[in-house]
Nanobody, 114 residues
């Protein structure tokens, strides 16, 4: 059973950057598409970015040009580079293994101060 652990969240000022990591253990994610979601207080969880098994990314309109999703299959890890952060990016960020058996991480808090 694959387990996912996110890290890299924290407090940053508007305009700053953070790099989130999602490390998989207990199995490989090489053949899976992966995704980053976020959930702000009082709001529904929303899709931020996806990356296919061969690396093709997609992004929500709200983060296009600012966020970059990538993966290192040798490290069994997916990343989310977040630049030009805005207060509205404040949320708990989750990664998810996409497939017949979906797996979620526990989330990492990102707080962007104005």
């Amino acid at each position: 059973q694959v387990q996912l652990v996110e890290s890299g969240g924290g407090l940053v000022q508007a305009g700053g950057s953070l790099r989130l990591s999602c490390a998989a253990s207990g199995g490989i994610i090489l053949f899976n598409s992966m995704a980053w979601y976020r959930q702000a207080p009082g709001k529904q969880r929303e899709l931020v970015a996806t990356i296919s098994s061969v690396g093709g990314p997609t992004y929500a309109d709200s983060v296009k040009g600012r966020f970059t999703i990538s993966r290192d299959n040798a490290k069994n890890t997916v990343y989310l580079q977040m630049n030009s952060l805005k207060p509205e990016d404040t949320a708990v960020y989750y990664c998810k293994k996409i497939g017949a058996l979906e797996v979620w991480g526990q989330g990492t808090q990102v707080t962007v101060s104005s």
